[in-house]
């Protein structure tokens, strides 16, 4: 770790490996940059960048990045619960909830507040920001569906807008790259604590079956069947034969096929290389779900 100077806005500037920040935990070094407000960010943003939230579901080069990497701490990590004035009797419109909140710890305020619209998230290691820039989820569920207001950042300007002025859809939220998801509005409805729990507990139970080691989550989307519904990678992987292929440290997860895991020591060059393995394996072409930097 090497600390930089230069900051005139009080931002915390490092040099660092990204492999710490990573679930598969793989990538080179870049100039990292931990911004608190909207002041910090907007300098940060002044130089060609890139946005790390959580880490899941991307892959780094080995080589690191020439950009610099941002990471929201500060106001944009507070999480703000209490009824805003939309907020009816049956449905709570929150305060802001910051882009570097991690998900999983929201969740589980959510669930000790008795407050529905989120369960089917459960599961998604990633913080707020991120996993609305991606439409995080699973079948029962995903971000967008939770959602009232988006804060969004660019070089230029702080926006704010609607759910229903982004064409968002599977695993995609139509953000464009270089636009940072600094906070959001949850309109959730009130249940109880053990009805959230239920809920996220059957979500969470159609999770079993994956992979417990390091990964970034799910290599690629659900392909689509033709008909409006979808096919599942994993098994179209498996049915591949490639279930415990190797390169390297990383592999094809044994439990669930449309996982790549690090067995310790992998590089972001094994798991490219057992991207390309899959690609050329399987018989139908296959939309990655990772993030690929650079």
């Not at 990292?32 to 892959?59: C, K």
């Not at 239920?198 to 390091?214: I, T």
């Not at 096929?257 to 991207?275: E, Q």
């Amino acid at each position: 770790m090497t600390a930089l100077s230069g900051s005139r806005t009080g931002a915390r500037v490092e040099r660092l490996p990204l492999s710490r920040f990573t679930t598969i935990g793989v990538g080179g070094e870049a100039e990292v940059w931990t911004v608190s407000d909207h002041a910090q960010l907007a300098e940060a943003m002044a130089a060609p960048y890139r946005i790390l939230g959580g880490g899941s579901n991307l892959v780094v080069a080995d080589a690191g990045l020439s950009e610099r990497v941002i990471r929201l701490s500060g106001e944009f990590a507070v999480t703000d619960l209490s009824p805003g004035p939309e907020s009816t009797q049956g449905q709570l419109i929150t305060g802001w909830v910051g882009g570097g909140v991690p998900l999983p710890g929201l969740l589980r305020r959510l669930r000790q507040a008795g407050l529905s619209g989120l369960e089917g998230t459960v599961g998604v290691p990633a913080q707020v920001g991120g996993a609305v820039w991606m439409n995080a989820g699973t079948r029962y569920g995903e971000m967008f569906g939770g959602l009232h207001t988006l804060e969004i950042a660019t070089p230029e300007s702080v926006r704010q807008l609607s759910p229903s002025e982004l064409p968002w859809g599977y695993r995609d939220s139509a953000i464009p790259r270089n636009h940072i998801v600094t906070r959001v509005r949850l309109k959730l409805s009130y249940s109880t604590p053990e009805a959230v729990g239920a809920k996220m507990d059957f979500a969470d139970l159609a999770r079993k079956g994956q992979p417990k080691m390091r990964t970034p989550g799910c290599a690629f989307k659900n392909p689509s069947d033709g008909s409006g519904g979808k096919v599942s990678a994993g098994q179209l992987i498996d049915a591949a034969g490639l279930k415990g292929s190797q390169m390297g440290q990383a592999m094809i997860s044994p439990d669930h096929a449309n996982f790549i895991v690090n067995l310790g020591g992998a590089t972001a060059a094994d798991v490219h290389a057992l991207l390309e393995l899959i690609r050329e394996k399987v018989g139908i072409r296959l939309e990655l779900e990772y993030e690929l930097w650079p």
